[in-house]
């Protein structure tokens, strides 16, 4: 018995000086570990935060271009909406966008402003459009009109014309006959023509300032709608310029 139990302490004392051994050896192996540097763990972490910096920018880039790309697609929508309900005439390297106009209206003076495209900028057409014919009753004849007056809702506006820039025009037969000042639109006249878009009532009346002789007319409500179709289509357009 007292054998068994001095083989058991030898045995014992064995595992001591293994796991002794063992420990010592794993410090060891511990402290021949470098230790990260603080610089290094703080460089990381910023690189860190500046890849995701960069991910974010990356992120609102794209989503930008994609708004931009269906804002783009929605006025292009818009635009060709728009042109749709206009005639649309090459001339001279030009696009015309005009109203549907009969070739021989009512007699009467009308406001018929148009677009005019080079492919890159547009520009706004002021067109005023005085017509007549032997069997109108108010037998005005020529005018030779200078200046246009129109009562928008009950606004006044006065517009002068420079008579050099006139297109008088009879027909062979002298039946018919017109005049027509057609020109960029000035500031004034973009005015007129805005005020007219969205009104409900509009007379105009072109004459002569010298004379008094003169043509008056109350635009309708497809006379209105025409201008305003236009103005809005101009105004699409005229945001690429």
Do not use: C
Not at 25 to 34: V, W
Not at 76 to 103: C, I, M, W
Not at 178 to 191: F, I, R
Request: no cysteine; proline share 3%.
């Amino acid at each position: 018995m007292k054998k068994i139990v001095m083989i058991a302490i030898g045995i014992y004392a064995a595992l001591l000086v293994i796991g002794g051994a063992a420990y010592f050896a794993l410090s060891e192996k511990k402290a021949e570990l470098p230790l990260r540097p603080a610089a290094e763990q703080s460089e990381q972490s910023a690189q860190a935060v500046e890849a995701a910096r960069k991910a974010d920018e990356a992120k609102a880039r794209a989503e930008a271009a994609e708004k931009a790309a269906k804002e783009a697609e929605a006025k292009q929508k818009q635009r060709d909406t728009l042109a749709s309900a206009f005639e649309v005439e090459k001339r001279n390297g030009l696009t015309l966008y005009t109203g549907h106009y009969p070739k021989k209206p009512a007699p009467g003076v009308y406001l018929r402003p148009f677009v005019v495209s080079d492919g890159v900028s547009y520009a706004l057409k002021f067109d005023v459009y005085y017509y007549y014919n032997i069997d109108d009753p108010q037998q005005t004849a020529w005018v030779h009109g200078d200046a246009l007056a129109a009562s928008v809702d009950g606004r006044s506006y006065h517009l002068a014309f420079n008579t050099k820039e006139r297109r008088d025009k009879m027909s062979p037969d002298a039946e018919n006959l017109a005049e027509n000042y057609v020109h960029d639109a000035t500031k004034e006249e973009t005015a007129l023509l805005r005020a007219i878009s969205n009104a409900q009532n509009v007379s105009i009346t072109y004459y002569q300032q010298a004379t008094g002789d003169a043509r008056s007319q109350t635009l309708s409500r497809e006379d209105i709608k025409k201008i305003h179709d236009m103005m809005a289509f101009y105004d699409a357009v005229a945001q690429e310029n």
